[in-house]
C-alpha cells in the first residue's frame, strides 16, 4: 500500500498567471527564433505563458551566434565577503493577473505569492553532460523512458548516455526527472475533480499533477516540484526570495525553505551489497523505502562545497557536515541563509503592466558571495502562484477530492451550472479545475556570477543593464521596448557601477505572429538589437554632449573593462561605440582603435550586439544619458539617470 505524503497545511497550491522576465532577460522558452512567437514551449520548463513572450539569448557579435560559445552570457561581481561590499542585481518583471496588496488593509482579488530562485554550478567552459546551457536550437533534451523499476545499471546509463545533446539547452539534469518520474505522487494533494493518469509501470508519479494530469514533460523540469512550494524533496534551485500577499505567511516559508530545512529520499542500489545506487526510487516516506531495501537519507541544500574534509573542522567553520543533493557522500557545505521574505508588489488584474509605484514590479537581488572564489554559471527562476478564496488553498487536501465511489464532490467543480433564482434558467461559470490555483513562470537564459577584481572586496556595486528588444511596444508585447534598468539609480560616493548590455540579431519577430502584430520598427539593421550609452546635458535633451564636455566617464575611475584599459577617452569609446572600439589611439589597442579600425557604422549596425562594459566608480554628481540608436523621440524613449550623493555616515 502507498502511504500518502499529507500535504503541509500552509503550502500554498500554485497557480499560473503569465508572468514575464525582463532584467535578467527572462527566455519563455525562446533562444534564437526569428519569429514573434516561440518555436517550442516545451524546451526547457512549463511556463504556461503566451507564445510570444521572452527574448532570445544575447549574441556576442554583429552577427547571428551559430552555437552557444558565440552566445553572450551576462557577468554579474559576486557580492564581497559578509564584512564587505554587497553587489546588487535589479529584477524586473511583469504579472499578468494581479498581486500584492495587504490581507488586512489592502486585499486583492486573488491569493499570490512570487518565488524567485537560482541555481549554479561551476563554470567548466564547456556545454555537455549535466552542464546549465542555453542551447543552440529549439528542441528539448531527449528522454528514454524508463520501463523497469529494476533496470540494470548498464541500461540506466545508456538510457542516460543517449539523452542529452550539447546543441539542447538544459537547466534541471536527466537524473532530476528520472527520480520524478519514478517517484510516487504525493497523493495527500489536493486535486478536485482532475483525474491523474498513471505512467507505463501502473501508478502515479511526481509527473502528474492537477495543473498537469496528463503528465506532459518540458525539459527535465518535474511538475510537481514546479507546482508546489515549498516541496517537500530535495531539487537544485535555492530560494532568494518569497513575495506574499500575507506577511503572516513568511516564518513559514523561511522555516520550511530547502535552503534551512533538509529533505529525505528513497535511495536503493543495483546490487545487493548497496555499493552501486540507483538514485531513483518509488518510495515517497520511510516506511515504505526500509520496506523495500531502500536507505531513507537526508540531503542539503548549500551555496557550494567547502574545503573542510571533516565534520569538526567542518561546523567550526560555521558550515554544515551532510549530503549534497543528489551525492551520497558526506561533505563539509557552505550553508545557505533562509528567503528574504516581503510583501509583494502591487499589480492590478489582466495589466501586464507597473506596479503602483509607476514602474514594472522590482526586486533587488544581492547576489551571494562564494568563498571559493570561483566562477559560477547560473539560471534564475521565477513563478507566479494565485488560487482564489472559494476554497481555502492552505487547507484544502486531498481529502475533498471529488470521489464518485462516495459520492464527495469537490469544492470546485469543472464549469458548473449555478441556479441564481431565474427558474430552469442555470448560468455557466466559466472554471477550469486544473487551473484553480495555477503557477506561471518564466526563466533566464544563463549567466556568470565572476569574482571580484582584486581589492574590491569592502565595496557596493550596482549593475546598470538593458531591457527590451527590437520592435515597437505593440510588436514586442508581452515583452517590452529598450530602456535602461534602473534608469534612475541613486548612489553614493565610493559605490561602483558596472554597465553592461546583451542583444541578439534575430529579434525580427516574423510570422507566426500569434495574436499580436509583426515587425520589428526601430533604427538601423533590421532585427538587430543594438545599444550604446552617451551622455547628455539633462532628461529632457535628445543630443549628446561632445566629449570635452562630458563628465560622467571623463570624471570616473576604472576599475575593470574587459581590455584591460583604464583610461576615461577609452572608456566613454567602449561604451559610445558598444565595445566595436576598445580605445582611441592605436599604440593602445591598435586595429580595434578609433586612429586604425573600421569605420564604425553610425547606427552600431556592426557593433557587437552584447557588450561586456565597465566597472566604473563616478564622481558626485547627477548624470543623464541616452542610446543614440534608439531614443527616438515620440516613438521610444531610452535614457537613463545617475545620482551619485556625498557619502552618508554610518
Same mark, same amino acid.
Given at each position: ?70 552566445? $553572450? ?50 563554470? /567548466? ?12 536550437? /529549439? ?80 525539459? $527535465? ?6 507546482? +508546489? ?50 538514485? $531513483? ?12 531495501? #531502500? ?186 521596448? $529598450? ?29 507566426? #505572429? ?32 561632445? +566629449? ?62 552584447? +557588450? ?39
Amino acid at each position: 500500500m502507498i502511504h500518502c505524503i499529507l500535504t503541509i497545511t500552509a503550502l500554498v497550491a500554485a497557480v499560473q498567471a503569465d508572468i514575464y522576465l525582463h532584467m535578467p532577460r527572462g527566455s519563455n522558452n525562446r533562444i534564437n527564433e526569428q519569429s514573434a512567437e516561440r518555436s517550442n514551449a516545451n524546451r526547457l520548463f512549463d511556463s504556461q505563458n503566451n507564445n510570444r513572450g521572452g527574448y532570445n539569448a544575447g549574441d556576442s557579435g554583429e552577427n547571428n551566434a551559430r552555437d552557444e560559445s558565440q552566445q $553572450y552570457r551576462m557577468q554579474y561581481f559576486q557580492s564581497g565577503p559578509p564584512t564587505g561590499g554587497e553587489s546588487y542585481l535589479t529584477v524586473e518583471w511583469t504579472n499578468q493577473h494581479g498581486c500584492g496588496g495587504s490581507e488586512d488593509s489592502d486585499p486583492h482579488k486573488m491569493n499570490c505569492n512570487l518565488v524567485l530562485q537560482y541555481m549554479c554550478q561551476e563554470e /567548466t567552459g564547456t556545454f555537455e553532460g549535466e552542464d546549465i546551457r542555453n542551447g543552440a536550437n /529549439t528542441q528539448a533534451q531527449n528522454y528514454p523512458q524508463l520501463n523497469n523499476l529494476q533496470e540494470s545499471e548498464n541500461t540506466h546509463n545508456n538510457r542516460e548516455k543517449n539523452s542529452q545533446n550539447e546543441n539542447r539547452g538544459l537547466h534541471e539534469p536527466f537524473k532530476f526527472y528520472d527520480s520524478c518520474s519514478a517517484r510516487e505522487g504525493n497523493h495527500g494533494l489536493f486535486t478536485a475533480d482532475q483525474t491523474l493518469q498513471v505512467n507505463n509501470l501502473g501508478y502515479s508519479s511526481a509527473l502528474y499533477t492537477r495543473q498537469n494530469p496528463t503528465g506532459n514533460r518540458r525539459g $527535465y523540469e518535474c511538475p510537481e516540484e514546479r507546482d +508546489y512550494y515549498p516541496y517537500w524533496h530535495g531539487s537544485s534551485w535555492k530560494d532568494i526570495a518569497v513575495m506574499v500577499g500575507n506577511l503572516s505567511q513568511c516564518q513559514y516559508y523561511e522555516r520550511e525553505s530547502f535552503n534551512v530545512k533538509s529533505r529525505y529520499e528513497c535511495v536503493e542500489y543495483f546490487d545487493g551489497n548497496k555499493a552501486k545506487p540507483r538514485r $531513483y526510487s518509488r518510495w515517497n516516506n520511510q516506511e515504505e523505502c526500509v520496506e523495500n531495501d #531502500g536507505d531513507w537519507l537526508e540531503f542539503f541544500n548549500s551555496l557550494e562545497k567547502a574545503p573542510q574534509n571533516s565534520r569538526g573542522a567542518c561546523e567550526n567553520a560555521g558550515n554544515i557536515w551532510g549530503r549534497p543533493h543528489r551525492e551520497l557522500e558526506e561533505q563539509c557545505l557552505v550553508p545557505l541563509g533562509p528567503p528574504d521574505c516581503l510583501e509583494a508588489p502591487w499589480t492590478r488584474d489582466n495589466h501586464l503592466g507597473n506596479s503602483r509605484g509607476g514602474e514594472a514590479s522590482r526586486y533587488t537581488w544581492t547576489l551571494p558571495y562564494i568563498p571559493s572564489g570561483q566562477t559560477k554559471r547560473c539560471v534564475l527562476r521565477m513563478r507566479y502562484n494565485i488560487s482564489t478564496d472559494d476554497y481555502d488553498p492552505m487547507n484544502t487536501d486531498a481529502s475533498h477530492n471529488k470521489d464518485v465511489a462516495t459520492g464527495q464532490q469537490s469544492p470546485v467543480q469543472q464549469n458548473p451550472y449555478i441556479d441564481v433564482g431565474a427558474e430552469s434558467v442555470p448560468l455557466r461559470l466559466a472554471i477550469n479545475t486544473a487551473q484553480y490555483g495555477r503557477t506561471f513562470q518564466d526563466r533566464s537564459h544563463a549567466f556568470n556570477l565572476v569574482p571580484r577584481p582584486d581589492g574590491l572586496d569592502d565595496r557596493t556595486i550596482y549593475n546598470i543593464n538593458v531591457r527590451g528588444k527590437r520592435g515597437n511596444i505593440v510588436q514586442v508585447y508581452p515583452a517590452v521596448e $529598450y530602456d535602461f534598468i534602473p534608469n534612475d539609480l541613486e548612489i553614493e560616493e565610493g559605490d561602483l557601477v558596472h554597465i553592461q548590455w546583451t542583444g541578439s540579431n534575430r529579434h525580427n519577430n516574423e510570422n507566426p #505572429g500569434g495574436d499580436g502584430q509583426t515587425g520589428n520598427a526601430g533604427e538601423g539593421r533590421e532585427g538587430a538589437d543594438r545599444n550604446n550609452m552617451v551622455e547628455t546635458g539633462g532628461a529632457n535633451e535628445n543630443y549628446p554632449l561632445p +566629449y570635452e564636455r562630458t563628465s560622467l566617464f571623463r570624471n570616473a575611475k576604472v576599475h575593470w573593462m574587459a581590455e584591460g584599459l583604464f583610461a576615461s577617452q577609452d572608456l566613454a569609446v567602449g561604451m559610445a561605440s558598444s565595445g566595436f572600439y576598445q580605445c582611441m589611439e592605436t599604440s593602445t589597442c591598435g586595429s580595434q582603435s578609433v586612429e586604425s579600425g573600421e569605420e564604425l557604422q553610425n547606427q552600431l549596425n556592426n557593433a557587437p550586439a552584447s +557588450y561586456s562594459g565597465a566597472l566604473i566608480e563616478p564622481t558626485r554628481g547627477v548624470y543623464h544619458y541616452i542610446c543614440s540608436r534608439n531614443n527616438n523621440f515620440t516613438n521610444r524613449s531610452q535614457k537613463g539617470k545617475l545620482t551619485v550623493s556625498k557619502k552618508s555616515s554610518k
